[in-house]
């Protein structure tokens, strides 16, 4: 899953200054919006990451009056929701509370998470015994990804949509 998530991120990077263009900007804001839409948070932050390469940031203030505000707002909220803050995801985990099952989310924000818990505690007490605060706290973490996850999404294949994916991913 982080390789397809890296490779996402490459490949808005690489696409958009290959083309460097107000219509490849234009569509990749759609994706976003589309992507929210069905709550799959690991490709758009995978996508902003993609836009914060300084030559992308570059192109969209220099292209930004070209833009219709939908459009402009979409990259707002993303970069709003993204932005670096202490807790690192902090405003993202505030926002996703607010959102149904199923999401895609962002699978190193939850990582962080487990890893934090799994580092900050340790395996056993002074007496020896299992630390079960810690087994607590990462089960209800776990559970906590896994209620998010709900029911599934069903998606029709579109065919040339699946080629090119295929092919280019």
Known sequence: MLSLSKRIRLWVTRTILEQS???IL???LDCIKELMQLDNWECIYQMYLGFSHPEIQALFKTHSEEFDPARMKAL??????????????GRYKRVCHNFGPPMLLILASDL?????INNSQPDYQENGFINLEKCRLEAREIESIIGRQGCLKSFDMVPHIRAWLQDHM
């Open 76 to 89: 707002t909220d993303v970069t709003t929701l993204f932005q670096v803050e202490n807790p690192p995801f």
């Open 26 to 28: 234009s569509y990749f």
């Open 112 to 116: 962080e998470d487990l890893e934090f």
């Open 21 to 23: 263009n107000v219509h």
